[in-house]
Nanobody, 128 residues
């Protein structure tokens, strides 16, 4: 079993920055692709960013590209999401997720169906 715990959310003014963290326990974190998703009130969960098991490949949704940066520290079993130039439309619960079904996978995974472990989420609220 893999447990994921997000932290770093909060209330921030538009234009500000946050750094989200997701600490993993259990499993073999260094072999998993990791992703960040977000869900705004009344909307479906949407993909934000993903990173390969090695950290060598990343991908972003068009809505966050250029403002979000995903990274990982396999020694610390932690994945990060640096969020800059925050906008009110970034307000959402942010979830990290792990894909343990495709260990050392060779592609990037952008769908929620690709992930089988999820954290509880951290709230990000951006005021205008």
């Amino acid at each position: 079993q893999v447990q994921l715990v997000e932290s770093g959310g909060g209330l921030v003014q538009a234009g500000g920055s946050l750094r989200l963290s997701c600490a993993a326990s259990g499993g073999t974190f260094s072999s998993y692709a990791m992703g960040w998703f977000r869900q705004a009130p009344g909307k479906e969960r949407e993909f934000a960013a993903t990173i390969s098991w090695s950290g060598g490949s990343v991908a972003y949704s068009d809505s966050v590209k250029g403002r979000f940066t995903i990274s990982r520290d396999n020694a610390r079993k932690t994945v990060y999401l640096q969020i800059n130039s925050l906008k009110p439309e970034d307000t959402a619960v942010y979830y990290c997720a792990a894909n343990s079904r495709n260990m050392y996978g060779r592609r990037l995974y952008t769908g929620p169906e690709d992930y089988n472990y999820w954290g509880q989420g951290t709230q990000v609220t951006v005021s205008s």
